[in-house]
């Protein structure tokens, strides 16, 4: 397992669910080397952390949304962005399809999904 | 729709809508008054013998007046009123009669003799023409102006119609066997080409009646009604045609021409009129479905926006849903991770299994497109994905789902009941593989079954389980199991019908 890009960054403004996917992240045996909870906060960190995958929530406190930050880590860092969306409407599906992401999970999500998809992302 | 546009497209009835025309028709009567007197001097002067202006003159008093008399019991057929009754019967006596007058003057059709009857056959038809006429109009002006209320019953109303129709047919007819049968009885009203004084008196009687008709109808009827405004103008342009032509005093002088034409002019009157309202009505009932187009468009539109508010709410309700339930799941994993007895663990791993069954529902909601109804075979596939991605390496799960719409209230007791039956049977030792089955039945009714190939299991899982026996009685289904080379659990279910 390789961690020479500094880990992974957590993009989520409700405290218990950041908790949740620390924990969850942690227990994949990687680091985690921020939590941000707005999008400005993300890019910032993103810069600065370097991070090897970011887990982005689509909704976010302040301005700019989960693909704001997204097009912006993917130009500037170029780290794998995992988008965690409670919406699974065609709308917002079809904005977050504009990013290209690495991979999208619908909230409520599980261990073993999120496994599947850092797995296969670190392949 | 505006006051105005209503008014006139409920047929021109109403004194208010009176004021207008008549300043109008007055206006037009002191003209053709003037117009009138300025012709008189010359009246007795010979004009050009121009024999085709009787067959010019009847071919548009027979049109205008058939037409306007079929209009006029249009009307009355919508009002009842005896008055039009006896207009309509008026107008399709004057325009019959002109036919008559056609085969009884001579000159008309063949030169210098008439199609029918003695040379004093014309004359007659010419009286009793504008007699009848006069006589019918000067009924109903005088219905309209003293019993404006007197109409027919609704049920009569037809019959009367056709009765006026029939009787002015039999009356013309008997018009035209009395001046070709009988005419030698009566007695002479030319000589030469001059008048009998029986000719004058009789004409002079007939130009009081049509005056009294004129009088009753600008003063009386014509404030109801303005049908008998305009008819006051139609009998004045036929007051006019008569005096010309006794100003005349013999056929073919210039005033006896003039009053041919002036004839025609009143046979025209009531014709315009109808046109006038023909018009007004045509540009009212597409003013009217303008709006009404727009109107439409407009509810459209709001609705549109009202339904797309609703979806917009509805989708930020099951957001919100999806966040709660992830925290929910989020105090589950932060309870539970201190926990090391396996059974406590395994307890909050149901639990959040069960949180992510609710959650997958409500993602397949989010997805369809009216936000209530949606396909049941995409959800049981991802919560069987999800089992199957915590199941033991080399266990199997398979899903086989008919595609039915189904709504919340059925789709998570269901999941609950799919998730519970799979985590238990992929938690066996020794099943290698699970099967579960959405099947529809005939009727409106399905079909569960979730069967493994593990060994007989000791006890009876499903009814061991409260969960899974409450959620069943609850869809209101039957559970089966079986034991046949592994557990066979079969649920009977009645599926709610999709609006």
Known sequence: MTRSTGGVLIVEDEFLIAELLVAMVEDLGLHVCGVAATAAEAMAMAVSLRPELVTMDMRLRGEGDGVDAALHIHAHVGARVIFITGSREPDTVARIGTDHPAAVLFKPITFEQLRQVVTRLRQ | ?499
């Open chain 2, 1 to 499: 729709m505006p006051a105005a546009d209503a008014a006139s497209v409920e047929t021109m009835a109403g004194p208010a809508a009176a004021g207008a025309p008549r300043r109008l028709v007055l206006a037009l009567l002191g003209l053709y008054g003037a117009a009138a007197l300025a012709a008189l001097p010359f009246a007795a002067r010979p004009g050009p013998e121009v024999t085709a202006i009787t067959p010019l003159f009847v071919a548009t008093v027979l049109i205008t007046e058939v037409a306007t008399g079929f209009l006029v019991l249009v009307r009355f057929e919508a009002t009842r009123r005896w008055s039009l009754l006896l207009l309509g019967a008026a107008c399709l006596f004057a325009g019959l009669m002109a036919v008559l007058h056609l085969l009884t003057f001579p000159g008309a059709i063949l030169p210098g003799r008439s199609m029918l009857g003695m040379p004093q056959a014309a004359a007659w038809t010419f009286l009793l023409w504008m007699g009848g006429y006069a006589g019918l109009a000067l009924a109903a002006v005088a219905a309209a102006a003293f019993a404006p209320g007197w109409r027919v019953a609704p049920a009569q109303v037809r019959r009367h119609g056709l009765w006026a129709v029939a009787l002015v047919a039999g009356l013309v007819l008997g018009c035209g066997l009395l001046v070709t049968g009988r005419v030698a009885a009566l007695p002479p009203l030319m000589l030469g080409q001059a008048w009998t004084p029986l000719n004058a008196g009789m004409t002079y009687g007939e130009m009081v009646a049509v005056a009294a008709a004129i009088l009753l109808s600008l003063a009386g009827a014509g404030r109801r009604d303005p049908i008998f405004l305009w008819l006051g103008l139609a009998l004045s342009a036929l007051l006019v045609a008569n005096l010309l032509s006794l100003a005349g005093g013999a056929r073919y002088s210039l005033g006896w021409s003039l009053g041919r034409l002036s004839w025609a002019v009143s046979a025209s009157v009531l014709f315009l009129f109808f046109m006038g309202q023909f018009l007004r009505q045509q540009q009212a009932l597409a003013r009217a479905k303008a709006t009404l187009e727009e109107r439409v468009a407009a509810r459209t539109a709001e609705l549109t926006q009202a339904l797309g508010q609703r979806d917009l709410l509805l989708r930020e309700v099951y957001h919100r849903v999806e966040n709660n339930l992830q925290i929910v799941d989020s105090l589950i994993h932060a309870e539970a991770r201190p926990v090391t007895d396996p059974a406590a663990l395994e307890g909050f791993a149901r639990l959040r299994q069960r949180v992510f069954t609710l959650g997958q529902a409500h993602q397949q909601l989010m997805r369809s497109a009216d936000l209530r109804y949606f396909d049941i075979a995409p959800f049981l596939e991802e919560l069987v994905a999800e089992i199957r991605r915590a199941a033991l390496p080399g266990c199997t799960v398979e899903v086989l789902a008919d595609p039915v719409a189904v709504d919340l209230d059925f789709a998570i007791p269901l999941g609950l009941i799919v998730t519970e039956l799979v985590a238990q049977a992929v938690r066996q030792e020794g099943v290698g593989r699970v099967a579960v089955a959405f099947r529809r039945e005939a009727g409106d009714a399905a079909r569960l079954t979730v069967s493994d190939d593990g060994p007989a299991a000791p006890g009876d899982l499903a009814a061991g389980n409260r969960l899974i026996a409450g959620l069943t009685r609850q869809l209101g289904g039957r559970i089966g199991i079986t034991r046949e080379g592994g557990t066979r659990i079969g649920i009977d279910l009645p599926i709610p019908e999709a609006a």
